[in-house]
T-cell receptor, first 114, second 109 residues
Framework: IAGITQAPTSQILAAGRRMTLRCTQD?????MYWYRQDLGLGLRLIHY???????GKGEVPDGYSVSRANTDDFPLTLASAVPSQTSVYFC?????????????FGPGTRLTVL | GQNIDQPTEMTATEGAIVQINCTYQ??????LFWYQQHAGEAPTFLSY??LDGLEEKGRFSSFLSRSKGYSYLLLKELQMKDSASYLC??????????WGAGTKLIIKP
C-alpha cells in the first residue's frame, strides 16, 4: 500500500508559468488537504476537500485552485506562479471523521519559482 | 487570532528525557496532535489528546490541560534518530488544524 503519493518530487518553475501538483491516495479517505510549509512558519492550509465533488478554501488560498473529481486524486494548480509561492507543498488525507480523524501526509513537493 | 506557541529549538543528550511544550489560543478546541518531522520528510503522526491527562505510547507521552491551553510531549531514553522537528497542532471549532511552527530537537551523543 503506497498511502499518499505526490508528483513531482521537486520542480523549478519560471514566474508566470502554470503548474499542477499531483496528489493521489489509496486509503479511500474522504478528506484531502493541501498545505504549504515555509521556514519558521507552521503548516498553512491552502485548500481542502471533505469529500469527492466538494472543495473549500483554507488560510492561504489566493493564487491556487483545486479540484476533486474522485476520491483518490486532489491536484493543486498554480495558474500563474509567483516567487512567493516558492515552498514545500504537502498533500494530506484523513478518513473525514471530524472528531477523531488523523491526517496522513504525502512526501511533499519542493517548488522553486524564479 | 489563533496562535500555537512552541520553542524554536531544543538540545538534549542521548539517553536523557526531554519535554517539548506547546501553548495554544484557538477559537474552540477539538483535540491536539503531535507530529514528528525529520528534515526533508513528511510529518508523521505521534499522538492525539482530546481529554485532560497523560497519554503514553512507548517512549513518547503527551499531556493535555485544556483549562490552561497547554500540552507537552515527553520523550524518554532519547536516541539519535529522535533528532527531528516536533509539530503541535490544534483542531479548532471548524475542525481545521492550526499548526505551530515546530520545535527542532537536536540530540547530542
Amino acid at each position: 500500500i503506497a498511502g499518499i503519493t505526490q508528483a513531482p518530487t521537486s520542480q523549478i518553475l519560471a514566474a508566470g508559468r502554470r503548474m499542477t501538483l499531483r496528489c493521489t491516495q489509496d486509503m479511500r479517505h474522504n478528506a484531502m488537504y493541501w498545505y504549504r510549509q515555509d521556514l519558521g512558519l507552521g503548516l498553512r492550509l491552502i485548500h481542502y476537500s471533505n469529500t469527492a465533488g466538494t472543495t473549500g478554501k483554507g488560510e492561504v488560498p489566493d493564487g491556487y485552485s483545486v479540484s476533486r473529481a474522485n476520491t483518490d486524486d486532489f491536484p493543486l494548480t498554480l495558474a500563474s506562479a509567483v516567487p512567493s509561492q516558492t515552498s514545500v507543498y504537502f498533500c494530506a488525507s484523513s478518513d473525514g471523521n471530524r472528531e477523531t480523524d488523523t491526517q496522513y501526509f504525502g512526501p511533499g513537493t519542493r517548488l522553486t519559482v524564479l | 487570532g489563533q496562535n500555537i506557541d512552541q520553542p524554536t529549538e531544543m538540545t538534549a543528550t542521548e539517553g536523557a528525557i526531554v519535554q517539548i511544550n506547546c501553548t495554544y489560543q484557538t477559537s474552540g478546541f477539538n483535540g491536539l496532535f503531535w507530529y514528528q518531522q525529520h528534515a526533508g520528510e513528511a510529518p508523521t503522526f505521534l499522538s492525539y489528546n482530546v481529554l485532560d491527562g497523560l497519554e503514553e505510547k512507548g517512549r513518547f507521552s503527551s499531556f493535555l490541560s485544556r483549562s490552561k491551553g497547554y500540552s507537552y510531549l515527553l520523550l524518554k531514553e532519547l536516541q539519535m534518530k529522535d533528532s527531528a522537528s516536533y509539530l503541535c497542532a490544534v483542531k479548532d471549532s471548524n475542525y481545521q488544524l492550526i499548526w505551530g511552527a515546530g520545535t527542532k530537537l537536536i540530540i547530542k551523543p
